[in-house]
């Protein structure tokens, strides 16, 4: 593809690639999906552990940051911007991170944000197999009794949910997930609002847990080591709830060049944002509400509710569509960083390169590219492999999320925010003559890939 360059023509953008579709509603849809995950169920519990007060502010200040430092990182999509020039496109987080600062930041972006997006796959894969072995356990309970024995491998739902993510992985990238992000944005409005419904049932019933402002009491619901413990829990649950930084810019990368991304972006992330946090304030209180200090792990996995039946069944079943969709949101960056480095590599690979046609029934003729097709289904079978050889690997999956929160959704947004403004000022401050002149010279170390603060310091 061309970097740059006078491009015509309806079919191509700017930078010569094919014409980019996006619009607010897919990328309102893209976010949902990456936000709003099985884990809004889980928030019950979180809310146990802080209580109403604590809980209820932390959930709000983290939308607050997650919205807020997503403006920042949307405004650095194109490096450098201006109203009159549009800059260059930045296709990546890594390549936005090597725009704007460079040097060894680029590898730790790099080193935060992929090891997530693995880590978060074969999390969802362990998910999606304990959603589909719920089904199957509430039906037994339904015909056997709720204090039946009943007990399923989780081994063969991975292999399903592999086999389909290995058909999915195929689709050739981001800009084409539309169709499955609003899927997974209606199931996970459906298992969401399932899951307040159960919760405000269960309150007008009357048959309610204890609930306390500070959440679990010491020496009655817990000891106070794990008083501790588990809060610190619950506010990283919540933290690593709302965070989509790793996968917005790849979001971005999919939005028509007008109206401007970003200010597309920032609208979209408010939708998001909003949308979310309504839906954790309503599952978490809620579900707090109905079970008190004694709130399950999570709704209807753990069985918080066993009637009516069909309805935790439809619900699971939800909950296993939306994480067949996330699957690929998450997953599309990784295929996208290894297939543009392995074409870096060998440009005159066949192997590589060369796309076939190939009829497939009830389809439709497909373009199919052999190194992708090997790749990826490779990539699916590992994280399936994993996630049966570690089946407690959402416990780890908690801490990657941790570690990667600060730099990706704090550090670098605000980092290159600064760096930004710092371009913006010094290029204001000069002659009209000297403005053109100097964003041409940025523009040009941008696309070689020189960082905008050795320009800054070797050249004004």
Not at 191 to 210: F, N, R
Not at 331 to 337: D, G, L, T
């Amino acid at each position: 593809m061309v970097e740059s360059g006078d491009v015509s023509g309806d079919r191509f953008d700017d930078d010569g690639r094919e014409k980019r579709t996006g619009t607010l509603l897919t990328a309102s849809a893209h976010i949902i999906t990456a936000v709003v995950g099985s884990g809004v169920l889980s928030l019950s519990w979180a809310i146990a552990q802080l209580g109403w007060l604590a809980g209820t502010v932390i959930l709000v200040t983290f939308a607050i940051i997650n919205y807020y430092t997503s403006t920042m990182l949307a405004d650095c999509y194109r490096s450098p911007d201006a109203d009159d020039v549009p800059g260059t496109r930045n296709y990546t987080y890594m390549g936005v991170v090597r725009a704007y600062l460079g040097g060894r930041k680029v590898q730790l972006c790099g080193l935060a944000q992929y090891a997530s997006l693995v880590g978060i796959t074969v999390g969802y894969t362990i998910t999606a197999s304990i959603s589909l072995v719920a089904i199957g356990k509430a039906n037994c309970y339904h015909n056997k009794g709720h204090g039946a024995k009943c007990s399923s491998s989780n081994y063969p739902s991975m292999a399903a949910f592999g086999v389909v993510q290995i058909l999915l992985s195929q689709i050739p990238n981001f800009h084409q997930l539309s169709f499955l992000s609003i899927i997974a944005t209606v199931m996970s409005f459906c298992y969401a609002s399932i899951g307040i419904g159960l919760s405000i049932a269960k309150v007008t019933s009357g048959k309610v847990g204890k609930t306390a402002l500070t959440g679990t009491l010491v020496g009655v619901d817990v000891t106070a080591s794990d008083k501790l413990w588990r809060s610190f829990q619950a506010v990283g649950d919540i933290a690593f709830s709302y965070s989509y930084s790793i996968v917005l810019v790849e979001i971005q990368d999919t939005l028509k060049s007008s109206p401007p991304e970003n200010k597309v972006m920032k609208k979209a992330s408010l939708a998001g944002v909003s949308t979310t946090t309504a839906f954790y304030i309503l599952c978490g209180c809620m579900g707090y509400a109905a079970f008190g200090n004694k709130a399950p792990g999570d709704l209807l996995t753990e069985f918080g509710f066993y009637e009516p039946y069909w309805l935790v069944d439809f619900a699971n079943a939800c909950i296993v569509l939306h994480l067949v969709a996330a699957y690929q949101v998450f997953a599309q960056p990784i295929f996208q960083f290894v297939e543009k480095k392995c074409n870096k590599k060998w440009p005159e690979s066949k192997f590589i390169i060369s796309e076939h046609s190939m009829s497939i029934p009830l389809i439709g003729k497909c373009r199919i590219n052999l190194f992708r097709l090997l790749w990826r289904t490779a990539y699916v079978v590992l994280t399936t492999v994993v996630a049966m050889i570690f089946p407690f690997f959402n416990a780890i999956l908690g801490l990657i999320g941790s570690c990667a929160f600060w730099p990706l959704t704090v550090y670098f947004p605000v980092a290159m925010h600064i760096a930004q403004t710092k371009t913006s000022f010094i290029v204001e401050s000069e002659t009209p003559e000297r403005i053109t002149q100097e964003r041409k010279m940025v523009r040009r170390r941008v696309r070689n890939k020189v960082p905008i603060e050795y320009f800054q310091g070797k050249y004004l």
